[in-house]
């Protein structure tokens, strides 16, 4: 929980934090965030791993009924990412949980066709507007 995150730190975080309780996952990214944001690394496993830490922390959300307050600094991140295709799946992905906490049915089911589309079906499935 200091500053000395690396790619390492964020791949590790990026696997565990849907097996956390979500006040714990939280504490967690929200730390992560910060020392990116202060060491931003632009480098493909880095950026991915950040985006995977972001989809499976709204996906923690999700599952565990987290309120939105707990997923806003999450979209704020995920847009301040680069713009890579490395990570264009997962900012589709954030997009989508994004219209599912703010209640978006249209966009919901739009953007769920899309990744359905897409081939990647199973990674949303079963998350529907509450």
């Not at 696997?15 to 504490?27: A, M, T």
């Not at 967690?28 to 496993?45: C, G, I, L, N, S």
Request: charge should be negative.
């Amino acid at each position: 929980m200091n500053e000395s995150w690396d790619r390492t730190s964020y791949h590790f975080l990026s696997q565990v934090v849907i097996f956390l309780d979500v006040n714990d996952s939280k504490q967690f990214v929200e730390v992560a965030y910060a020392a990116y944001r202060k060491h931003p690394a632009t480098d493909t496993f880095t950026l991915q791993f950040m985006a995977f830490i972001t989809i499976n922390y709204l996906n923690c959300c999700y599952h565990q009924h987290a309120d939105k307050s707990y997923v806003e600094s999450t979209f704020k991140f995920l847009q301040e990412l680069p713009v890579d295709p490395a990570i264009g799946l997962e900012k589709l992905i954030g997009k989508f949980y994004q219209a599912v906490f703010s209640g978006d049915e249209q966009k919901v089911r739009s953007l769920k066709s899309i990744i359905q589309d897409c081939g990647y079906a199973s990674i949303i499935d079963g998350i529907e507007i509450d």
